[in-house]
T-cell receptor, first 109, second 115 residues
Framework: QQQVKQSPQSLIVQKGGISIINCAYE??????FPWYQQFPGKGPALLIA?????SEKKEGRFTISFNKSAKQFSLHIMDSQPGDSATYFC????????FGEGTQLTVNP | NAGVMQNPRHLVRRRGQEARLRCSPM?????VYWYRQLPEEGLKFMVY????????ESGMPKERFSAEFPKEGPSILRIQQVVRGDSAAYFC?????????????FGPGTRLTVL
């Protein structure tokens, strides 16, 4: 019940394309859903986050879509750039932070 | 304003030795969290500490692992009698206050290799 399932495991997108990463959860006690970006050899850094009372949040090229009834949320990266190449983790928190398995995104020039 | 600091960045130990990982939270942060990341996997929660108190250690193995966050000095994650399966990246995060909506700031991690 504490799991967060993330897909796909890896994603290759052309420069300028849209990257979409999906996550699903089971625990309805989760009340905050952040996305983290991690570059090789670095720690995760918060990218964008959403609360369950909001269906969408946009910050620049990054958008979170949230479907509370389906217990699913997704990250959309518009106009993907080679510099976006990294591993992305969705997460959910109630009493503690639970991470998805991660998606390795590669944006080809 | 320095971020979360972890040292060492890389640590090599032989089976049976002890590993000590240190974490200095961001200034003003009194909540520290430790996570473990195995290759090609997400981060797994291990333990949550406040100054001088362990709040939640439900993710930490019952044997060989311990953590502390003393009144003075960094938080320490200690692994006794390391085994090859302990090889992983260990990340520390800190936050200024507790609660779901508060961002956890992560350090660069300590990569532990057990030979």
């Amino acid at each position: 019940q504490q799991q967060v399932k993330q897909s796909p495991q890896s994603l290759i997108v052309q420069k300028g394309g849209i990257s979409i990463i999906n996550c699903a959860y089971e625990n309805t006690a989760f009340d905050y859903f952040p996305w983290y970006q991690q570059f090789p050899g670095k720690g995760p850094a918060l990218l964008i986050a959403i609360r369950p009372d909001v269906s969408e949040k946009k910050e620049g090229r990054f958008t979170i879509s949230f479907n509370k009834s389906a217990k699913q949320f997704s990250l959309h990266i518009m106009d993907s750039q080679p510099g976006d190449s990294a591993t992305y983790f969705c997460a959910a928190t109630g009493s503690r932070l639970t991470f998805g398995e991660g998606t390795q995104l590669t944006v080809n020039p | 304003n320095a971020g979360v600091m972890q040292n060492p960045r890389h640590l090599v130990r032989r089976r049976g030795q002890e590993a000590r990982l240190r974490c200095s939270p961001m200034k003003g942060h009194s909540h520290v969290y430790w996570y473990r990341q195995l290759p090609e996997e997400g981060l797994k929660f291990m333990v949550y500490l406040q100054k001088e108190n362990i709040i939640d250690e439900s993710g930490m193995p019952k044997e060989r692992f311990s953590a502390e966050f003393p009144k003075e000095g960094p938080s320490i994650l200690r692994i006794q009698q390391v085994v090859r399966g302990d090889s992983a990246a260990y990340f520390c995060a800190s936050s200024p206050i507790a609660g779901s909506y508060n961002e956890q700031f992560f350090g660069p991690g300590t990569r532990l290799t057990v030979l």
